[in-house]
């Protein structure tokens, strides 16, 4: 991407960022659309069933408190996503339970891009950080 580029999409009727990644998986890979949510903190949680397809291998078990407090059980899966021409390593969650796809703050991270969202303009907006002015440190004089 170059460096001022931005991508924006629309914010749902029930005012969530949702964007279209594509799970890598060892063979497969499949487009889903996720939900970029910004309370979970993890990279990408997806159906059991789309882990499936992908034939993303197995990692481990974790347990995740919801924003109600309860906790359920997610197999990990290490894998990588594809979004706005970058490939992007993560830990993905598997979850039985749940039917929307996530993408969490470790995503956002990830990314490297600002994300915003303008709910009066009803987009979410992926832009490239700017890169801070370097500080000049002053030099000694030489004699």
Known sequence: MSEHSKLEFPITTNYSPEVTVEVLGIKEGKS???????????????????GIACN???????????????KVKNLQCFGKIRFADCEIFGVISLSDTADDCLLGMQFLQE?????????????????????????????PKSS
Not at 60 to 69: F, I, M, P
Not at 122 to 139: G, I, V
């Open 32 to 50: 889903v659309s996720a939900i970029v949510d910004t309370g979970f903190t993890g990279f990408l949680q997806i159906p059991l069933s789309v």
């Open 56 to 70: 993303l291998r197995l990692w481990g078990v974790s347990w995740a408190t919801l924003a109600d407090g309860s």
């Open 111 to 139: 990314l490297k891009m600002d994300f915003n969202v303008s709910i009066t303009d009803k987009k979410a907006t992926f832009a490239e950080r700017k890169q801070e002015e370097k500080k000049k440190t002053p030099q």
